[in-house]
């Protein structure tokens, strides 16, 4: 049986940044990839993700930021490294974050809600795709860094899911070595034995 669904993920994959280029998505598709992005498990309905939208000279103002954040933690960058921290959020025309939440709920605990947000960046990256734009996500080291999340409009409770750069993409982008399929998965066969 054919599905033009099947097929679409089958064939799904990441667009070089540098590669992603304007128009970037409307406001109204912008909506519809929350949408899509919304509607991923979330058990006890908690929501624990939001997004947020970094476009226009915002990215810009962050390269700076981010460049001054490497700067203070190693001291003087070599021009290369400088520039490439200055272009972190300009290099496509849009950058969505996808950020961590976190709820407290006495049932649901905080790895599957940080687990809900990685699906939510997911199908943000699928209705991208499917909306005709190429998509890209990263974290890198300003995640990790309480500077470069306050930088980048995160609360000190939250955390960087991922950063899912889009832009209009002349394809198809490069395929890349993907697993064997038929060694991720094998029938139960009764618990572990050390």
Do not use: C
């Not at 981010?66 to 496509?92: I, K, Y």
């Not at 905080?110 to 209705?127: C, K």
């Not at 609360?155 to 993409?169: L, T």
């Amino acid at each position: 049986m054919a599905s033009p669904i099947i097929d679409f993920l089958l064939t799904r994959n990441s667009a070089p940044i540098p590669d992603l280029k304007e128009p970037a998505p409307s406001d109204a598709e912008i909506a519809t990839m929350i949408t899509a992005a919304s509607r991923v498990p979330d058990h006890g309905r908690l929501e624990p993700w939001r997004f947020i939208l970094y476009r226009g000279e915002a990215r810009v103002e962050i390269g700076k930021k981010l460049a001054a954040l490497a700067e203070q933690r190693e001291g003087p960058l070599p021009e290369g490294r400088r520039n490439q921290e200055l272009a972190r959020f300009s290099r496509a025309p849009l950058v969505i974050g996808v950020v961590s939440v976190s709820r407290e709920s006495p049932k649901i605990p905080q790895w599957e809600m940080f687990l809900s947000g990685a699906m939510a960046a997911m199908n943000l990256m699928i209705a991208a795709n499917a909306l005709g734009y190429g998509t890209n996500m990263i974290s890198n080291w300003y995640s990790d860094v309480a500077e470069g999340r306050a930088i980048l409009g995160l609360s000190p409770q939250e955390r960087v899911i991922g950063f899912v750069h889009i832009g209009s993409y002349q394809g198809p982008a490069p395929e890349r070595p993907r697993p064997d399929p038929a060694k991720l998965y094998a029938d139960y066969a009764g618990p572990w034995v050390g």
